[in-house]
């Protein structure tokens, strides 16, 4: 595998949640001809407006979805909805800044496309402060850096949450039903500890990865959509029925747990990284825009409407996973399965991410005859580091909330208001504008802060499980 291939597709921007292989933009570069205006490459396979918004919702609705009706527990069914609006209203806000720097860069640099962290490299080149400018490659480096722990905390959140759900249906089995409305408590059959389950998904995840084509994959991406889209059918046709009364539910949670909350919430919302590679495969980029603001006011719904009723449902007994609430039945084991089988797929196209980045910086220091050998090597390392990490933090509603606290923050809400001070300053920006920006920041920095801090004190706190669970709601 040629680096220098490796270094010219813009892998970096699949930063997503779920993001699919199909969308790379690195194709029809040769094409573009420059004429001082914002230009496109990919012109001859480029999408429309009703395509772009399909990608940007399967880019923004992952794994972080099922974790939100614990993050409304966390925050409280009254501030978690709030919450999930105001953050959600922000993390737009950025992705519109994102955009509009990138735009700029584009007029101002002829360039027919700036990612991610080309973006973050001239807005610090355009900076008033000389330091900042004489370090601007660091701007890249950062952004990569974050992007690989985003992916990888990704991969490590998969591993929890394969064990997790597969763990609880083998335990099940010997209850499980094809009546999914008795109320009766099953006793569960000792299985193996989910650790050993992730030590048995590790050679099939080191496989699945070995699949290097990033076209290939696109097979990977198609059943792990349609797996995931069914599932999510049946949660919410299983969440709208029969909900208790909520009268007992607290309109506020304690500040404590409010951290933990931002963190999920974060993570649920990074899908910042695939903006710029969506709008610039588009027909009619100029209604990209639009496409951002009703695609995302639809994935904020799904939050907030998923958020709310997985809570309403299961109340305290809510779990990381709103799967692992389902009833112990066929049907919703299934689901269990299906969501499964989609995640585990998904893998494979969220590991591409850091493996293009990591991969060419070894490759380019070995020898040209074991390019394939140092390339296998590595993406097993990879793999079985994101194992142990996650055998280290079983926890998933934990694991979540870390990785939004200590990556997606930072692409989300840290970085794209820093740079649109850097990339305007200059030309002359609004006081109003510069304190907006700064409070964004701030914001970010503080959830990054206490959320990360509260976090890992949560994972040195002992914690315990009863062994009865009820057929029909599947508490634990």
């Not at 064990?163 to 089995?173: H, L, P, R, T, Y």
């Not at 305290?316 to 689901?335: D, E």
């Not at 220091?365 to 390019?371: A, F, K, L, S």
């Not at 740079?419 to 609004?430: A, P, Q, R, V």
Request: charge should be negative.
């Amino acid at each position: 595998m040629s680096t220098q291939r490796l270094r010219d597709e813009d892998y970096r921007d699949y930063s997503s949640t779920d993001a699919s292989p199909e969308e790379s933009p690195s194709e029809g570069l040769n094409n573009f001809s420059s004429s001082g205006s914002y230009m496109r490459f990919g012109e001859s396979n480029s999408t429309t407006w009703f395509q772009t918004l399909i990608h940007l919702l399967k880019s923004n609705i992952g794994t972080g979805l099922l974790g939100l009706p614990l993050a409304v527990k966390n925050a409280g069914i009254l501030m978690g909805p709030l919450s999930l609006l105001v953050i959600g209203l922000v993390a737009v806000h950025c992705m519109s800044i994102l955009v509009k720097c990138a735009h700029h860069f584009c007029y101002r640099l002829n360039k027919p496309f700036v990612d991610y962290g080309d973006t973050v490299m001239y807005g610090l080149e355009a900076s008033p402060v000389s330091w900042l400018r004489n370090h601007a490659h660091w701007g890249r480096h950062i952004v990569d850096f974050f992007l690989i722990v985003t992916q990888l905390g990704f991969c490590c959140i998969y591993f929890v949450f394969l064990a997790d759900n597969f763990k609880q249906v083998i335990e099940m089995a010997n209850g499980t039903t094809s009546n999914c409305h008795n109320n009766e408590t099953v006793i569960l059959t000792p299985t193996m500890d989910s650790r050993l389950y992730m030590l048995t998904f590790l050679p099939f995840m080191v496989l699945l990865v070995f699949v290097r084509n990033l076209r290939a994959l696109s097979i990977f991406s198609l059943l792990a959509n349609i797996t995931m889209a069914v599932s999510l059918v049946m949660i919410y046709q299983f969440t709208v029925q029969n909900i208790p009364d909520p009268s007992h539910l607290p309109l506020v949670a304690s500040w404590k747990t409010y951290p933990l909350f931002f963190g999920t919430a974060i993570f649920a919302f990074e899908g910042i990284g695939m903006v710029l590679p969506l709008e610039n495969k588009m027909k009619d980029p100029k209604k990209f825009s639009l496409i951002l603001y009703v695609g995302m006011t639809i994935v904020t719904a799904l939050y907030i409407s998923l958020g709310i009723l997985g809570y309403l449902q299961f109340g305290a007994n809510i779990q990381g996973s709103i799967t692992l609430n389902l009833p112990n039945c066929w049907l919703y084991q299934s689901v269990k399965l299906l969501y499964s089988i989609g995640i585990f797929f998904t893998y494979a196209l969220q590991f591409y991410v850091p493996a293009e980045i990591i991969i060419p910086f070894f490759v380019a220091r070995g020898p040209e005859h074991c390019e394939l050998v140092i390339d296998l090597s590595v993406r097993t390392v990879l793999v079985c580091l994101t194992c142990i990490l996650a055998i280290l933090i079983p926890r998933l509603d934990l694991v979540i909330s870390l990785v939004g606290s200590v990556s997606s923050s930072a692409l989300a809400l840290i970085i794209p208001p820093l740079l649109e001070i850097t990339t305007y300053y200059s030309e002359g920006m609004s006081p109003i504008t510069i304190v907006k920006d700064a409070l964004i920041s701030i914001l970010g920095f503080m959830g990054f802060v206490v959320g990360t801090c509260l976090t890992l004190y949560e994972l040195v706190q002992p914690t315990s499980a009863p062994i009865f669970i009820n057929s029909t709601s599947a508490f634990v």
